[in-house]
């Protein structure tokens, strides 16, 4: 990440991508449609819906399909994130995908959230990630991988530009 700058925010932007991304939601059971969108490190931006089964335990959260769309199309790091539900309204991510989002994003990653924007490791405090799996030595990660950065590298990277 050090010396690649990154792109501007545009918070209207992720908010109707987000809005058109839940008008696609497949959600019949629920009736609960959720559209999520992101901003990724290069600029990119990518969104997903909830999409669910008859087999009720099936169904999958719009982060999954958005993590789908940011590896499929080129991957990177999430920046910004961004999740409605059917009217538009600001959601949280449930506890599974602030795993989902804390793998992608990292840390530093800026979470919309009803009460205001928060950082990641606001949403998910003393989050378990990549970093943790570097600690043990036969791991196949290392530390300097960007998804391991923790707060305090993210910070320290930082002050070292
Ligand atoms: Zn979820």
Known sequence: ???????????????????EAM?????????????????????RL??????????????????NGLVSMLHRTGGGRLVAFYC?????????????????LYEHG????????PSGIMRMDEVLPQGFGPADLALVATSQ????????LRESDAEKEKKDK
């Not at 990292?106 to 919309?112: A, E, R, S």
């Not at 990660?141 to 391991?148: G, M, Q, R, S």
């Open 84 to 100: 409605v539900n059917g009217n538009g309204d600001v959601i949280v991510p449930c506890g599974r995908c602030r795993q989902l």
């Open 106 to 113: 990292g840390p530093n990653l800026l979470v919309t959230m």
């Open 1 to 19: 990440m050090k010396g690649v700058e990154m792109p501007e925010i545009n918070w209207d932007e992720l908010k109707d991508l987000a809005i």
């Open 141 to 148: 990660i290392t530390i300097d991988t960007p998804y391991a």
């Open 23 to 43: 008008k696609t939601a497949y959600a019949p059971y629920s009736g609960y449609p959720v559209g999520a969108s992101a901003l990724v490190d290069d600029g």
């Open 46 to 63: 990518v969104s997903g819906c909830n999409v669910e089964n008859a087999s009720t335990g099936l169904g999958t959260c719009a982060e």
